[in-house]
């Protein structure tokens, strides 16, 4: 089973990804193998927001001088295995085959833009503050964050489960 992202135009713009069955609406249900991904500008820096479909667990990406999908899919996919990896599960980034659509689903896109709206405010107050981003600890802020897509649970709680069940 293929790993599907659901790419926003910025995103297969500037990485120029080649969208599976272009023009079609294809259903992005809440699965564990399913990914929303936007590109952003985050102050001046650059970065690849991507959001799992299931539990909208975020990974962000840094992408100053990340420019292809080849130099980007491999940051992604071992991301993928350390996420898989925290919570007892198996992820082999290596042997993985993807496909990518344009996203469509509403409450994922909400979901996304609370994270990168979250996310330029911290931003702004490091910047403000004179302090280096914290990437890390902006992912994790998010990860603990209440989603009202998730019935206001969060998404290391709605991984910790998903990934459990998997085991």
């Given at each position: 089973m293929p790993i599907l992202i659901h790419a926003s135009r910025d995103f297969a713009k500037h990485y120029r990804c080649?969208?599976?069955?272009?023009?079609?609406?294809?259903?992005?249900?809440?699965?564990?193998?399913?990914?929303?991904?936007?590109?952003?500008?985050?102050?001046?820096?650059?970065?690849?927001?991507?959001?799992?479909?299931?539990?909208?667990?975020?990974?962000?990406?840094?992408?100053?001088?990340?420019t292809t999908l080849e130099t980007f899919l491999p940051l992604f996919l071992g991301r993928v295995a350390e996420?898989?990896?925290?919570?007892?599960?198996?992820f082999n980034p290596l042997h993985q085959s993807l496909a990518f659509f344009s996203r469509s689903n509403r409450s994922l896109i909400g979901s996304m833009n609370d994270a990168?709206?979250?996310?330029?405010?911290?931003?702004?107050?490091?910047?403000?503050?004179?302090?280096?981003?914290?990437?890390?600890k902006i992912e994790s802020n998010l990860n603990g964050m209440p989603y009202g897509a998730l019935q206001y649970d969060r998404p290391k709680r709605?991984?910790?489960?998903?990934?459990?069940?998997q085991g």
């Open positions: 080649q969208l599976s069955l272009p023009g079609e609406k294809v259903p992005q249900a809440g699965r564990l193998d399913s990914w929303s991904a936007h590109f952003v500008q985050i102050g001046r820096n650059p970065a690849a927001v991507m959001m799992n479909d299931a539990t909208l667990w975020a990974i962000l990406i840094p992408a100053t001088g990340i996420v898989w990896a925290a919570h007892g599960a198996e990168i709206l979250q996310v330029r405010r911290t931003e702004e107050l490091a910047r403000l503050e004179g302090l280096p981003m914290d990437w890390a709605r991984m910790a489960a998903l990934l459990a069940e």
